[in-house]
């Protein structure tokens, strides 16, 4: 489903290279989970897969189903399929968080040639994602993360993962900011969203994570490139040992 | 004097300026006015031959070069006229009273009646006292401490406006629409409004209503009364003009003014509140947006004397294509005014390089006990705000249109009626979607 193949990133304003010859295959019904240590460019590749402005490609390719993504626009991305939770979702004063939603799942929609939904139908979806999230009616009117906590603004993430129905679902530290019940209440709303169309790419540090949302495979990301990919087994690894072992023996 | 006592180039100047002002009233009749009028638009003659007409070296004309306002005719500008929307405020159930080039029409507007509202007319009006103690005393008052020659000018040629005093609480809005029909006009209206101890009305103003145009207001807001104000000026892009809105709150009243500006060549609008009674609250907020050949102007100065007083000033300006946007805000504390709460702030969101903004906000306090705070800003979209809605799939112009609609969100809140804020928000809309 995501094929990413040989990629080199730089920064545009900057002669620093990032990602440095990264591949990468996530196929779909799998959930894939990346681990490294600070720096080594994880969220730089969810940025640069996303269409984030400020970084230059300057080898190699990332597909969706066989379609260039590097070619599209952000929000052409989003409908074709691709989500980025972020590490630090953004503020928006002014924008509330209802007509945001609204907007994007519809937006979307008309993207992909599919009818709008009425604002009836819409409210009655968000209610029902809220709840099993457990994000109150207040936090929906309130401008888009604003005033939001940390570990809420992780979740209206998830909220809107759910409600936008992505097939491609990248998550880069979800679990940063969330408490035990709400990283079982975030993970729960992952698994629930899990079939055999849709793939997602988890960003973690921790094993905690992958106890709630097992992973087929398990990579080890370092210096721009994939370093080491592996079942469950290489993130408990990881949790026991951290990264010295691992970069010792690929470096050697 | 003799003529050989030496003169600072300052004082020539000056000299210069008083006597071609007085040159100029004393060709100019002030309209025919009743006795009382007649006195008022005299002792404004004599401010303004007193101070004389501005000039772009002025201080507080730094950032708008008053020429094209003082210039002895209007300009001739091809007549705008809107086919693609309803005219503001047609949703609302009002009593309506039409101006065209600044000239009233009678058969366009509601008979001049409702219950707890006395209306008459400025150019009609006889021996009305309640308004005989105020038309152009709070503009005289407000020559100080910084001359307004335009309001003088206003009050002593203004050839109508309405007269208003409000008894009751009223439900039903007064609506003032300007129209204008011809390419070269000149408006120069005069409201006076008085609302006696408790009553509450809306006051709708819309339309630039003539190619060069000067409205001043005196309001009077007596004990725990309060006023709605809501004014658009909207889309006529050559118009040019000033507004001047001066108003007194008693103690516990209240006042809430939002001004919509979007095109226009050479905007002004000019507000002057004086908090004389303890526990007043006045809210004064302007959104402006403007493309190309457009200046827009907000000079705000609120005068806290009583404690216990609030003021807000929440200015917000969107430009694009070169346009250019000014502030000059002032919160003064006078001694006697503790426990005053003031907040002002200014921001303009610049859509490209071209466009400016210039800023100038100032507080000064002479009371211990305040708190009052300002800020002023000017920036681009915020590209993280961007990228966010756009990761979401939402389109780079939608999602520019909801920041920038997020921008002006707190200029909006001040409007107390939603269903008006709704419609003020399509209009936002709708000018962005013309001006992407
Ligand atoms: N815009 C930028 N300007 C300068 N340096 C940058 C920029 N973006 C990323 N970098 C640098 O690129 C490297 C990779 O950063 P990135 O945020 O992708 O790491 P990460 O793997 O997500 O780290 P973490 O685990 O701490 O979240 C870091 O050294 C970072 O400082
Ligand atoms: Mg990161």
Known sequence: MLEINNLHVKLENENKEILKGLTLSVEAGSVHAIMGPNGSGKSTLSYVLAGRDGYTVTDGSATLDGESLLDMEPEERAAAGLFLAFQYP???PGVGNMTFLRTAVNAQRKARGEAELSAGDFLKLVRAKAKTLKIDAEMLKRPVNVGFSGGEKKRNEILQMAMLEPRMCILDETDSGLDVDAMKLVSEGVNALRDAGRAFLVITHYQRLLDHIKPDVVHIMANGRIVKTGGPDLALEVEKNGYADILAEVSA | MTAAVATSPRAARLAARLQATQERMAKVPLPAS????????????ARLNATGLPEKRDEYWRYTDPAALIAPTPPSVDVFEITDEPLVFDHVDRLRLVFVDGVFDAAASDPLEAEGIEISRLAEATDIHWAQDLYGALEARAQAPVARPL???????ATDGVLIRVTGKVDRPVSVCYLRRKAASDAILHHVLRLEPGSEMTLLENGPGAARSSI??????AEGAVLHHVRTMGRDHQRIGTTHLFARLGAGARLKSFSLSVNGRLMRNEAMVWMTGKGGSAHIAGAA???GAFLHDDT???THQAPDCE??????????????GVFQGKILVEQ?????DGYQISQSLLLDERSQFLAKPELEIYADDVKCSHGSTSGEIDADHLFYLRARGVPEDEAKLLLVLAFLAETLDEIDREDIAEDMRQRLRGWLERHR
């Not at chain 2, 006195?39 to 404004?44: F, I, K, L, P, V």
């Not at chain 2, 001043?216 to 807001?221: A, C, G, K, L, T």
């Open chain 1, 90 to 92: 953004v503020e928006i």
């Open chain 2, 34 to 45: 009743p006795g009382w009028l007649l006195r008022a638009r005299e002792g404004a003659v």
């Open chain 2, 151 to 157: 309001a003088a000018l206003n009050s002593a040629t």
């Open chain 2, 216 to 221: 001043v207001s005196e309001i009077d807001i």
């Open chain 2, 289 to 291: 947006m403007g493309d």
């Open chain 2, 300 to 302: 705000v100065f609120v």
């Open chain 2, 311 to 324: 003021s807000r000033q929440v200015f917000k300006k969107v430009l694009r294509g070169g346009a250019v």
């Open chain 2, 336 to 340: 006697p005014a503790q426990q005053t």
